[in-house]
């Protein structure tokens, strides 16, 4: 298959510090091709994912939601990606976009004349309802986990694909650290406060990586979380992969305290291939992603966080691993993509996009 991924403005693919779909995107065209299909990425200049890219914005756009910016992106993608079998979506506003300018003269509804498939990979709240709604009638909708598609309400859900990652980049490593590790945005809605304080009461000091992103974020650091702030808590900044890695191989256990329904949780995935148990609340993806009792635990409150943190030894370090690799890699990420795509290409008759604009170099 001839596959164009469509990748948002903001960040760099794959992305330098944190961007989990600009993460996932990486992996998935890099995932496509390794099975032998021709993966188009249109990105910005700066990315560096292995596969042939193009561009129209030579650097990552500032600010991040900007409308203009994003509709630039998804109209000169689609002219590029004219002639693919398949274009595979990662922005918002592009099915709407193409489809009101009409990159093809004919074909399907809106004037898309290849199969299009949108993930969205944030919560379907009123809004995301809304506009997935009427996206659907111009391309598949992919969701990133059940408990997400169940919130879609009215948008049709034509697949839930878990989110995979390169596993051979996560090594399992002994968890002999003897830390807790909690790795997320400085935001309420994270909880690294509550992060310490479950670390704290489990009598065991804490790793927090994290990244301050916006004034709202220094504000929550600032009020809620520096007071906690102590000798046994390290805090760490734009940590690199490569660190990011060893934090995870050496730490105890993973605390995700999360205090709303997650579509999905990279961290998570990420913490099972390094070997490294998952604490989690019950809520959006984290049934689907931690085992209770193989690969870490599901508690209702800090209380009872902090009390199987003290358990975590239960837990083989070695079944997180198979779990990751069994469930959530980017291989199988990759095959799953595969099928949906083979499915919408039959049912449109497998048709090609008509190539209506001359399209840029690929790189």
């Known amino acids: 298959m ?10 760099t693919v794959p992305p330098t510090g944190y961007g989990g779909t600009e993460l996932v995107i990486d992996l998935l065209a890099r995932g496509l091709a390794a099975r032998g299909h021709e993966v188009r990425l249109f990105t910005v200049g700066t990315s560096t994912c292995p596969v042939p890219r193009a561009d129209v914005f030579a650097e990552p756009q500032v600010p991040m939601g900007n409308t203009l910016s994003e509709t630039a992106q998804a109209l000169s993608a689609y002219q590029a990606l004219a002639d693919v079998d398949l274009v595979h979506d990662h922005t918002t506003v592009g099915p709407l976009a193409a489809a009101a300018a009409g990159v ?19 919560p379907f709240t009123l809004a995301a309802r809304v506009v997935f709604e009427e996206l659907a009638r111009h391309a598949a909708v992919v969701a990133v986990s059940h408990d997400q598609a169940r919130a879609a309400g009215p948008v049709p859900i034509s697949a839930v694909i878990h989110h995979g990652i390169d596993t051979a980049a996560y090594q399992p490593g002994p968890g002999s650290g003897g830390y807790a590790l909690f790795v997320g945005r400085m935001s309420p809605d994270k909880g690294a406060h ?26 929550f650091f600032v009020e809620q979380v520096e007071p906690l702030l102590g000798p046994d808590v ?43 148990p998952v604490l989690a609340y019950p809520s959006g993806a984290a049934p689907e992603i931690v085992d209770p009792g193989r690969t870490g635990f599901l508690c209702s409150d800090e209380d009872d966080m902090a009390m199987r943190l003290g358990e975590i030894g239960q837990i083989s370090r070695f079944a997180c691993r198979e779990a990751a690799e069994e469930r959530f890699s980017m291989e199988r990420m990759a095959a799953d993509h595969e099928r949906l795509y083979e499915r919408l290409l039959e049912g449109a008759g497998a048709r090609d996009c008509l190539t209506r604009l001359s399209h840029p170099g690929w790189g």
């Open 2 to 11: 001839r596959i164009g991924l469509v990748a948002p403005p903001w960040l």
């Open 194 to 219: 509550r992060a310490i304080r479950i670390a704290r009461s489990a009598g065991l000091p804490i790793v927090v990586a994290t990244k301050v992103q916006d004034r709202e974020e220094r504000q």
């Open 104 to 122: 093809s003269a004919e074909g399907l509804a809106g004037g898309l004349s290849c199969p299009v498939v949108v993930t969205n990979h944030g």
């Open 234 to 276: 390290e805090l760490l900044h734009d940590v690199a992969i490569d660190r990011k890695v060893a934090l995870y191989q050496d730490a105890v256990a993973l605390l995700n305290p999360i205090s709303w329904p997650e579509p999905f949780g990279l961290v998570m995935i990420e913490a099972l291939a390094s070997g490294t």
